[in-house]
């Protein structure tokens, strides 16, 4: 198979952490005989420090042309330090999910056995835990209008669905039910908003092409609280792209580690694959992120956008051989974890590397 893969790192971590899921990438391609070409483009603070855009002309450009993209993080504390700031990072990612038509978010939430330490929730809560996650990615309070008024002293951002926004990642959703356990949870708050209610009057309407699909609507605090006290109750969730954005922030405490946690972007055309975490400046440069997400989130690209089934799963195993034979690095690392085995970004990449 031939292919080109965009690579955009991004800023702080990002840049770390996509250059090992750049190298399993290679890897695959030269263990399962396939061609794999790669470009590169700026995105974010670099992109800003550069072109004074987050999202250059040039990359957009790019990332219309390759068959899927490998995607780092973008941020910087400069940004979060001065909320005046008229351009920001963030609004590249933004403007990507919407020129790109990026409106699915699948965010895989899978434990792995040897990490129920990891994790500050009990064991006896989290073994078998399995969740995938559906998040609508264009619409919402995100992409509403949003301004400041009476003087500035208030300020206002309007959260907006439309009914074939909702219709779209409901399918989704329940298109991926049927492949795992039949079992849909759709998030919402339909006491409270009027979007939540034309939310859960869409995926509603849609239960009876799916019989074969048990579905459950739950309002997001309830469904916060339960993502904690029971989180195999779930399989399938899908919900809107603020409560999504929570919620699998909140259900990286179920993997361990934000660093454990892929995700794909994708619509109708090309798709983005990257880490749920952000760029780390605190850690950048440090070379001790954890590249286990970005490795996943390459994995997700194989499956998704190639089809490559065998292909993402001997990454996955690979992972988790690294996992059994003891390495961490130092976010997903216990008491019990002997120094010598906490590795930093490029030494655990060379540990799955060795394993694929």
């Not at 264009?138 to 209008?145: A, C, S, V």
């Not at 970005?294 to 690979?318: H, M, P, Q």
Request: proline residues 4%.
């Amino acid at each position: 198979m031939k292919k080109n893969i965009l690579i955009v790192p991004g800023d702080g971590i990002g840049q770390e952490v996509t250059e090992v899921g750049k190298k399993v990438l290679i890897k695959i391609a030269e263990k399962f005989g396939h061609e794999f070409t790669y470009d590169e483009a700026l995105m974010g603070h670099v992109a800003i420090e550069a072109t004074g855009n987050p999202l250059p002309d040039e990359t957009l450009e790019k990332m219309r042309a390759s068959d899927a993209i490998l995607f780092g993080a973008v941020g910087h504390p400069k940004y979060d330090n001065d909320p005046t700031a008229k351009v920001r990072p963030e609004q590249g990612l933004l403007k990507m999910r919407k020129e790109l038509g990026l409106y699915a978010n699948l965010r895989p939430i899978k434990l792995f056995d040897e990490l129920l330490g990891a994790s500050s929730i009990k064991p006896e809560i989290l073994k078998g835990s399995d969740i995938l996650f559906f998040r609508e990615l264009t619409g919402d309070i995100y992409f509403g209008e949003k301004g400041r008024k009476n003087d500035g002293d208030t300020a206002y951002d309007i959260a907006e669905y439309s009914r074939y926004e909702v219709e779209r990642i409901a399918r989704k959703a329940f298109e991926a039910a049927r492949t795992r356990g039949k079992k849909l949870c759709s998030v919402d708050k339909a006491n409270v908003l009027e979007t939540s209610r034309l939310w859960r009057e869409v995926v509603q309407a849609l239960a009876p092409e799916y019989p074969d699909i048990t579905v459950e609507h739950q309002f997001v605090d309830s469904a916060a609280m339960m993502l904690i006290k029971d989180p195999r109750r779930f399989d399938v969730v899908v919900t809107a792209n603020l409560f999504g954005d929570i919620l699998t922030d909140e259900a990286s405490q179920i993997a361990g580690s934000m660093g454990m946690l892929a995700s794909a972007s994708v619509g109708d055309s090309t798709g983005v694959y990257e880490p749920i975490h952000g760029s780390g400046h605190d850690i950048t440069g440090m070379g001790v992120a954890n590249p286990m997400a970005s490795v996943l989130s390459a994995a997700l690209l194989l499956d998704i956008s190639f089809g490559l089934k065998a292909e993402s799963d001997a990454i996955i195993s690979a992972i988790d051989q690294v996992l059994k034979a003891g390495f961490r690095t130092r976010d997903i690392a216990d008491s019990t974890t002997a120094p010598e085995f906490i590795l930093g970004t490029d030494a655990i990449g060379e540990e799955i590397l060795k394993r694929i």
